[in-house]
């Protein structure tokens, strides 16, 4: 089984892209992003303690996501394969979902690291937000998300570069083009 992971800042297109991987492969899509709304939205436990984090643009911390995650993965036993979408996001969540994969005898197959400069991931996100409903989709959230990354999630890139994992993606141009480059990586 495959075990793509789909990464790159918000807005950089990690949904969008699912959507196209989905339609072509027709892989399991595990967003921890979708997960974490679907439970805001049902007022869960675990979605009224993610609400807090999410509005400010912060992590939800790594217990709760590793949780959710294993129990979600156990959905997906016949897949040909899964893309990983907002996840992992730290170090701790990259060393925990080798385990589990480890687990299931496999292993993270690529990570689609999608490059996009900030204005356009800013001017993405803002346009978004006219007709998302999502309560990150403004300018104050968007900057603080855009500086969780750099201080917490872009650190992954070198967990998957040290394993030789690691395939850099430009995140713009067309979605259809950039389909293409990561169709490329995932037939290698
Ligand atoms: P999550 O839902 O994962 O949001 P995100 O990472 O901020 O990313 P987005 O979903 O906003 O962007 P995307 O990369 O999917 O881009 P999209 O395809 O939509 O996470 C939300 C929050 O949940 C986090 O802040 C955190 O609090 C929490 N969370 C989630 N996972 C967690 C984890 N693992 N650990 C801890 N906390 C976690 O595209 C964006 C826009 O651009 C769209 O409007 C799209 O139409 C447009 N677009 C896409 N491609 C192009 C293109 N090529 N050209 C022009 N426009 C384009
Ligand atoms: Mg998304």
């Known amino acids: 089984m495959k075990y793509l992971v789909l990464f790159g800042p918000p807005g950089s297109g990690k949904g969008t892209q699912s959507e196209n991987i989905i339609a072509k492969y027709g892989y399991g899509h595990i967003s921890t992003g ?12 675990l979605g009224k303690i993610a609400k807090d984090y999410i509005e400010k643009g912060q ?13 979600t993965l156990d959905n997906f036993t016949d897949a040909k394969g899964i893309i990983f979408d907002g996840f992992p996001r730290t170090t701790a969540q990259a060393v925990a979902l080798k385990k589990m994969l480890a687990a299931r ?9 999608l490059i996009v400069e900030e204005q356009e991931l800013i001017a993405r996100l803002l346009k978004r937000g006219e007709t ?3 309560s ?12 969780t990354y750099n201080s917490q999630t872009a650190p992954v ?18 979605i259809d083009d950039i389909f293409e480059r990561i ?3 995932i037939e290698k």
């Not at 890139?157 to 067309?174: C, P, R, S, W």
């Open 105 to 113: 005898g496999g292993d993270v197959t690529v990570m689609l690291n």
């Open 157 to 174: 890139i070198d967990f998957y570069k040290a394993e030789g994992k690691l395939a850099n993606i430009k995140g713009v141009g067309t």
């Open 59 to 71: 992590l939800v911390p790594d217990s709760l996501i590793i949780d959710m995650l294993a129990k």
């Open 34 to 45: 979708d997960v974490l709304r679907a439970e805001m939205k049902n007022e869960t436990e």
């Open 136 to 147: 990150d989709d403004n300018l104050e959230t968007i900057q603080k998300r855009l500086d």
């Open 183 to 185: 169709s490329i990586e």
């Open 132 to 134: 998302s409903g999502r």
